[in-house]
Structure formats: C-alpha cells, structure tokens
C-alpha cells in the first residue's frame, strides 16, 4: 500500500470504527485479533492487514470493502458535494443515511 494510501485507510478504519461506537480492542475483539491489533493498523505498526483481516473489519464494520477504501470527495468542488448531499437526502435507505451522519458527526470532530 502507498504512504498515501495507507495514510487515507487508516483514517478511513478510524472514521468507520468511531461512527460504529466501537473501540479499538472491542473492533479488535469482534474479527478475532489481538487487543491491541486495531490500534497497530490505525497507528501504521501493521502496514497492510490481511485480506482476510480486511473482510473481517468490514463486515464488523457493517460496510463493504469499498467502504474501507472510498476516500472520495476530498478534491470535490462545492457544486459536486451539494449534488451528492441532494442525492443522499432522497434516498429511503435509513440504514445508510444513519451511517452516513454519523461520519459526518466524526469528521466534524477532526
């Protein structure tokens, strides 16, 4: 994984793991690590978990795989975050829009 991109997922895991309410040992716990094995991936001690390991962290994580990778809307321009926010509001998916609150409760924090 480049620099870059590690630095991105890592953040990523962080952003899903608090806006699940979960801890770093309790997300640990629920794919089966070691206590302290999701601290060492969010900390970059564990460059590049397994694949197997990344589909455990998704499913705990109630995302898909996408979901651990997707890091767009970073360079968007303020039209285009407008139209994705419109297109979220009209969706009836409750589950995703939950989901996607409590991301934005996250980063607000940052």
Not at 29 to 42: D, K, L, N, T
Request: proline share 3%.
């Amino acid at each position: 994984m480049s620099r870059d991109l590690g630095v991105s997922f890592r953040r990523q895991l962080a952003r899903l793991r608090e806006a699940e309410g979960l801890t770093q040992p309790k997300l640990s716990e629920m794919i089966g690590a070691g206590p302290q094995y999701v601290g060492h991936v969010e900390t970059g001690r564990i460059k590049t978990p397994s694949w197997e390991r990344m589909k455990k962290l998704a499913k705990a994580l109630n995302v898909s795989m996408s979901d651990l990778f997707f890091f767009e809307g970073v360079d968007d321009s303020l039209e285009q975050l407008r139209a994705k926010v419109h297109r979220l509001a009209e969706t009836n998916d409750v589950k995703q829009l939950r989901r996607y609150y409590r991301l934005m409760l996250v980063s607000r924090e940052e």
